[in-house]
């Protein structure tokens, strides 16, 4: 008989991540082909997992490195864009007190919007969080990212195109999954503050786009709703 697995073991973070992990590889690939397409080789690629270590922003590098932008308009951009993990780490943070400085460091390093999401839910059902699950989901996701954009890279050159292959839409597909699994831990009388936070994510978008780019707006939209549905919170 197989030994169980213990709650808020290293095994069991990778167990949860499971789920997750076609995402990271299809947009990983689709992030290795996209660096090839702007001239990078699969080391550069590589590399530029393992040190910016986020979709979006992987994404954004390459388009501006194709349109020649400076080093500096890169660095604001890809700041601006990543800007949402001050507020995850900030979400995270209360429940790893008791552990130490380096190991929070360790997780808020490691932490996606997709780990997050995977642990909202385990929050949302009022589970504790520990640092070994949280480290085995994190790192899982890790390796899994860096070895996917290294095999996009590899192969970039056979998939000029992502978007024939729908791999332009899989960030999409996972965020939507995480959503609506996390809707179903959520108590009813919390379904409509959720979808006034969602009006009011789309108003803002929408009204910032006239005065900012749409990335930007975004990254300003989630911060204002988010303020607003931690305020109104009850």
Same mark, same amino acid.
């Given at each position: 008989?197989?030994?169980? =697995? ?7 973070? @990778? ?5 997750? $992990? ?35 922003? /992987? ?7 194709? +349109?020649?932008? +400076? ?6 951009? +890809? ?43 385990? $929050? ?21 990212? @860096? ?28 965020? =939507?999954?995480?959503? =609506?699994? /996390? ?10 503050? @959720?979808?006034?936070?969602? $009006? ?10 006239? =005065? ?7 990254? $300003?939209?989630?911060? @204002? ?6 305020? +109104?919170?009850?």
């Amino acid at each position: 008989m197989p030994e169980q =697995v213990s709650e808020g073991s290293f095994l069991q973070g @990778i167990k949860d991540c499971i789920p997750t $992990l076609l995402g990271y590889i299809s947009i990983g690939i689709a992030a290795g082909v996209a660096g090839i397409a702007a001239n990078l080789n699969v080391l550069e690629v590589t590399l530029l997992a393992v040190f910016v270590y986020a979709g979006a922003a /992987q994404f954004i590098i390459c388009a501006m490195l194709l +349109t020649n932008s +400076t080093t500096l308009a890169i660095i604001v951009t +890809t700041f601006i864009v990543n800007f949402r993990h001050f507020l995850l780490g900030a979400t995270l943070a209360p429940h790893f007190q008791k552990d130490s400085m380096l190991k929070n460091i360790g997780i808020s390093l490691l932490v996606t919007d997709e780990s997050f999401g995977v642990a909202a839910m385990k $929050l949302a059902k009022k589970e504790p969080m520990y640092a070994a699950w949280m480290n085995g989901l994190n790192i899982t996701a890790y390796v899994v990212w @860096i070895a996917s954009c290294a095999l996009g890279g590899m192969v970039g050159k056979l998939i000029p195109n992502p978007a024939l292959f729908g791999l332009d839409f899989a960030l999409t597909a996972m965020f =939507v999954a995480l959503f =609506v699994f /996390q809707l179903q831990s959520v108590p009813k009388s919390k379904l409509r503050h @959720i979808a006034f936070l969602i $009006l009011y994510m789309l108003i803002f978008m929408i009204g910032l786009s006239f =005065v900012v780019s749409s990335n930007v707006a975004v990254v $300003l939209s989630t911060l @204002i709703v988010a303020t607003i549905g931690v305020v +109104t919170d009850r």
